[in-house]
Every structure is written in structure tokens, then in C-alpha cells.
């Protein structure tokens, strides 16, 4: 790689102040630290020096992804395939389905990059990091037949008003790849609900006698809990879902990526199972509904609870921030998903309006934990002075 070094070092000057592409300089510099760790050192003052930046970050959390995308993939053309009754081998199931989602990744990373690029060179700040995660988080979260375009305008929606309007990467106050979702909710409804939308071409394919698309949440949502798959099936994930959200062993995988790593609060973690399953037994003992009776097992292995959980809640930009208010903040979540989702049939998946919703609470929690603590040590020093 020596040979890249060189070569960088060498068109270095043309973007430097006075080069003839200076004003692309914020772009040389994001592809440069793509490459390469920095190589500046600071000169004076306290600093924190540590081979571990946001890039390498946000790398570690795609990593802990990866088994949730490739499981997604396949899922993708295993429910194609099953639909129609067809044999297929597991590479062409695997294959097919990275034909359909690679183009819904392609396009939320060349828009939201595109986005990022537009903004660092208004500004000549350097380009933020953060949209390599959300670049992946969007299309896993998305069902596999949602347009392209609506996947870039929701994109856009995302990163100017979820992250742009607040200054960029670590400013932000919601997720933004939950408001990309959110926004494609809301505007258009009919490609993210109903059964059509997370069997590829559903609508237009020949299907054998008794297939459903519908998830495991719709069932729940119609209150026909006969049609619920068994948990094992829920928890190995080849169910009808959104492309990165079925498979719970392959998002245990991530989880532990970021727990070994550090790079996911388990307070934020466990919180949010807890509240979640606290809530589940508090409508199991109501139990007016059918839906109220699912046990708590079943509820945190159906829909996005535990990809919410385990990626979203524990955004570190977005989430409380003090270890009390990440208690908190990660079993209020958990509590209100559940209840949205079993109160409110208009929104089968409660995961996405109870993250948004405490996203918009973190900073509250936060304030009234410190305010607390200011409290405390301001009574032991009182007391001990007198």
C-alpha cells in the first residue's frame, strides 16, 4: 500500500489551500481517512490519543451488521422461490436475492453520501463518518420491494432533516435511518404495509395454494395468533420481514460484536428486552385481546423488536448519554413498543415510533439524572462542612 501513500501524498498539494481543487479539499481529505489513519499529532493542551476513531467505529458497527444483511439476502430469494413452490439451491436463493437488494444499498449510499459531500463543501468542514452505518441501516430496514426512488427520497428526508438541519454527524437528535422508515410510513403507506411488500414481486407471481405474506405482526395485528410461526422459526428468521430484521440469530451475532468491542451500551441493551418483556406480562395478565395473551418470548422475537434493540436504541448519538439515564431510556423504549403495537393496530411495529419518541426524551433524561447528581454531591459537601 506503500505505493497508494505515495501516490496520495503526491496530488495531495492540488487540494490544499491555493491548489487548483481546493474546493474539493473536504472530499480528498473523507477518501484520504477512508484509506488511511490520519497521521496528525496534536502539539499542546490534554488530549485523548487513540487508534480507534469515529471511522473505525462506524466500521465495527457495519461489521456487526453483515450477518443480518447476508441472511437478509437470502431470505429475500428463499420467500420468492417458496412462494411460487420452486426448488431452488441455497447459492440461488442467496443469489437472487443480492440481485434485489444490492441496488436499494447502492442507491441510499449515493444518495445520502452524495448529500454528505453536498453539505461538507458549503460548509468546508470535513466529511462526517456517520452515514456509513445509516447507508446500511436504511436498506435493512426497508421491505425488499420498495421503489428506488422512494428509497432516495426518504434517504434525503433522512440526512437533511434528520441530520444536516442539526449540524451533521453527533448534532442530530432522531436516528436517522428510523426517520427514513418513519417517512416512508407515513407518505407512502401501501409499500411498507399489507402483505405485498416483503415478498419480492409478490403481486405479480404465481402463488402456490396457501402462502401468505403476511408477518408475523400482521397475524398478530388481525389477531390471528394461529398463524404466528413457533418461536424457533421467529428466531432463525426465514419469515416474511424487512430485509436485515428476521433473523434473531444473526442479529445476537452483532450484538455481540458490540458488546465485545464497546462500541453498544449493554445498559442501553438489556434495558430495552426488559421493558419490553415487563410490558408483555403486564397485557398478559389484562389479557382482553388475543394479541394481549402472546407470551413475552414471542414478542421480542417478532418484527424489528430485537434489531431495534440491539442497533438502534443503542445509538450513542441519539441515546441518553449518563449510565442511570441509559436504564431509563432503554426500558421506556421497550415498554412503549410493545404498547404501541398491541394498542394501536394502525402501527403493527411499535419498535420505530417508541425509539423516535425517546430520541426526542434523551436529552430530558440526561438533565434531570445530572441535576440529581448535582443535588446529591451539593448536600454531601453542605453536610460536611458543617
Known amino acids: 500500500m506503500k505505493w497508494l501513500r505515495n501516490y496520495i501524498d503526491k496530488i495531495k498539494p492540488t487540494f490544499e489551500e491555493g491548489g487548483k481543487l481546493w474546493f474539493l479539499k473536504s472530499t480528498f481529505e473523507a477518501f484520504e481517512t477512508f484509506l488511511f489513519t490520519p497521521n496528525k499529532t496534536t502539539q499542546r493542551g490534554a488530549h485523548i490519543r487513540d487508534y ?67 453539505f461538507a463543501q458549503i460548509r468546508k468542514h470535513e466529511v462526517n463518518e456517520g452515514f456509513l452505518v445509516t447507508g446500511l441501516l436504511i436498506p435493512l430496514i426497508m421491505p425488499v420491494n420498495v421503489p428506488l426512488w422512494i ?131 403486564i397485557l398478559n395478565l389484562i389479557g382482553i385481546n388475543p394479541y394481549m395473551t402472546i407470551s413475552p418470548l414471542t414478542q421480542i422475537l417478532m418484527g424489528g423488536f430485537m434489531f431495534g434493540a440491539v442497533f438502534m436504541a443503542t445509538d450513542p448519538v441519539t441515546s441518553a448519554q449518563t449510565n442511570t439515564g441509559k436504564y431509563i431510556y432503554g426500558f421506556l423504549i421497550g415498554v412503549l413498543a410493545i404498547l404501541i403495537r398491541v394498542l394501536n393496530p394502525a402501527y403493527p411495529e411499535g419498535m420505530m415510533l417508541a425509539i423516535l419518541f425517546m430520541n426526542a426524551f434523551a436529552p430530558l433524561i440526561d438533565y434531570y439524572i445530572i441535576q440529581n447528581n448535582i443535588r446529591k454531591r451539593l448536600a454531601r459537601t453542605k453536610n460536611a462542612t458543617l
Not at 442507491?107 to 459531500?117: D, K, Q, S
Not at 441530520?163 to 407515513?186: C, D, H, I, Q, S
Not at 402462502?211 to 418461536?231: C, M, R, V, Y
Open 151 to 281: 428509497v432516495a427520497v426518504a434517504t434525503a428526508f433522512a440526512v437533511i432533516f434528520g441530520k444536516e438541519v442539526y449540524g451533521g454527524t453527533g448534532m442530530n437528535v432522531f436516528n436517522p435511518a428510523l426517520l427514513a422508515r418513519a417517512f416512508v410510513f407515513f407518505a407512502y403507506p401501501k409499500v411498507i404495509s399489507g402483505d405485498f411488500p416483503w415478498i419480492y414481486n409478490l403481486q405479480n407471481i404465481k402463488v402456490v395454494d396457501g402462502f401468505s405474506g403476511a408477518t408475523p405482526l400482521a397475524n398478530a395485528a388481525a389477531h390471528q395468533i394461529e398463524k404466528i410461526p413457533d418461536n424457533l422459526t421467529l428466531f432463525i428468521g426465514l419469515i416474511p420481514g424487512s430485509i436485515g430484521e428476521t433473523s434473531k440469530i444473526a442479529i445476537l451475532l452483532g450484538a455481540f460484536i458490540l458488546l465485545f468491542t464497546g462500541v453498544a451500551s449493554w445498559r442501553t441493551m438489556i434495558s430495552v428486552f426488559v421493558g419490553g418483556i415487563f410490558m408483555s406480562l
Open 52 to 118: 480507534v476513531d469515529l471511522k473505525r467505529t462506524m466500521f465495527i458497527v457495519i461489521i456487526a451488521l453483515i450477518p443480518s444483511l447476508l441472511f437478509g439476502m437470502f431470505n429475500v430469494g428463499y420467500q420468492y422461490y417458496k412462494a411460487q413452490g420452486i426448488s431452488a439451491s441455497y447459492l440461488q436463493m442467496f443469489y437472487f436475492g443480492f440481485l434485489k437488494v444490492l441496488p436499494i444499498i447502492i442507491v441510499t449510499y449515493i444518495t445520502g453520501l452524495g448529500i454528505e459531500f453536498f
